[in-house]
């Protein structure tokens, strides 16, 4: 029982061309999202939105509840408060998110610099401070869940974005 356990262990977290292809094409796809972040189990905020990705960059557009949009490029990111009219911009540099890292690299080179692991169509990308599940279906991404700094758990449902 116990070599099975070893095999099973390493044939799960060996990454092969293939899988990576996977979350490739799946983060180079635009979605449409419903987001839950709960303290403990209770949900305590939703948002819903879209990610459009494009070369290098992607935007994240919230509609709900309250109407942002972020710019994000690998040297900063623009935050537009619709609601209130403002703007901000803010350094990569000062950031280390590896959510954004995820779909800022998404290329097969840029992936293998990450610490990803794969155990059937579920992706885990680990840093020293956290880790991001992506569940995948086909090559799509289905939903994303992480703790932030403060502990609350985020789950991120997304669908595709025609169009």
Known sequence: MRICLILFSLASFSINADELDVLVEALNKNYHFNEIVYENELAIQKS????IVKMNQFEVHIKQPFEESYYVSETEIEHVDHD????QT??????????????????KKHLNKLDIEIIDNLYLLTTETQTIEFLTKGN?????IFLDNLGYRHEINLS????
């Open 48 to 51: 819903n939105g879209e990610i």
């Open 84 to 87: 209130l009219d403002q703007k």
């Open 90 to 107: 803010i350094s990569m540099d000062s950031i280390n998110n590896p959510l954004i890292k995820a779909f800022l690299s998404s290329t």
């Open 140 to 144: 799509q991404i289905k939903k994303i």
């Open 160 to 163: 595709l974005k025609n169009g």
